[in-house]
């Protein structure tokens, strides 16, 4: 069991916004650890999706943010698209990587 | 474009160990200053981190598989290679490699992971 908690599913109607949590402690995230987000598609590799808390690499559209506060950060997916049905990770630190218990995005 | 690819067998029986190879193409991996990095998957569950290695060798390893787990390196092959000693079930999983596409600089330096190979099952099973 990760010590970062996300919820085990979210759901949207296309075009909504979406939020995931990720919550951990003073061992991790509140210790002052960024949080990076990942997104796997079903039988592939995750995609980095935001890292730094809420920096984007190229080529991810700008739907996708990120933040992060105290012991816990946040990822948003806005104007939900169905490409967007996945699984999504967080990943932070507590005494090595860790990633977070995982999301799964359904589309309506 | 850098590429990874694992290789290795894909059934392995319990008590024995699990070897798994990843061969860097597009890239050198002495040219990089990243830690090369395994991460595991269990069906249907959730990312897990291994361990990582630098090209000359230094590794770190997750606490809860550190007396289980070996990460080397062999530069002139480009491929560095993972060792789980003692598997069982629980060792089933998608294995991939990894490379940071960069760091955070907290308390401690985190990766984040850019490149990944395609991943490649390894069941423990008689």
């Known amino acids: 069991q990760s010590v970062l908690t996300q919820p085990p599913s979210v759901s949207g109607a296309p075009g909504q916004r979406v939020t995931i949590s990720c919550t951990g402690s003073?061992?991790?995230?509140?210790?002052?650890?960024?949080v990076h987000w990942y997104q796997q598609l079903p039988g592939t590799a995750p995609k980095l999706l935001i890292y730094?808390?809420?920096n984007r690499p190229s080529g991810v559209p700008d739907r996708f943010s990120g933040s992060k506060s105290g012991t816990s950060a946040s990822l948003a997916i806005t104007g939900l698209q169905a490409e967007d049905e996945a699984d999504y990770y967080c990943?932070?630190?507590?005494?090595?990587?860790?990633f977070g218990t995982g999301t799964k995005v359904t589309v309506l | 474009q850098l590429q990874l690819q694992e290789s290795g067998p894909g059934l392995v029986k319990p008590s024995e160990t699990l070897s798994l190879t990843c061969t860097v193409s597009?890239?050198?991996?002495?040219?990089?200053?990243?830690?090369w990095g395994w991460i595991r998957q269990p069906p249907g569950k959730g990312l897990e981190w291994i361990g990582s290695?630098?090209?000359?060798?230094?590794?770190y390893y997750n606490p809860s598989l550190k007396s289980r787990v070996t990460i080397s390196v062999d530069t002139s092959k480009n491929q560095f290679s993972l060792k789980l000693s003692s598997v069982t079930a629980a060792d089933t999983a998608v294995y991939y490699c990894?490379?940071?596409?960069?760091?955070?600089?907290?308390?401690?330096?985190?990766?984040?992971?850019?490149?990944w190979g395609q991943g490649t099952l390894v069941t423990v099973s008689s």
């Open positions: 990894a490379r940071p596409g960069g760091y955070s600089y907290g308390p401690t330096p985190l990766p984040y992971y850019d490149y």
């Open positions: 597009g890239g050198s991996i002495s040219s990089s200053s990243y830690y």
């Open positions: 290695i630098y090209y000359s060798g230094s590794t």
């Open positions: 003073s061992s991790n995230i509140g210790a002052g650890y960024d």
């Open positions: 730094g808390n809420s």
């Open positions: 990943q932070s630190y507590d005494s090595s990587p860790v």
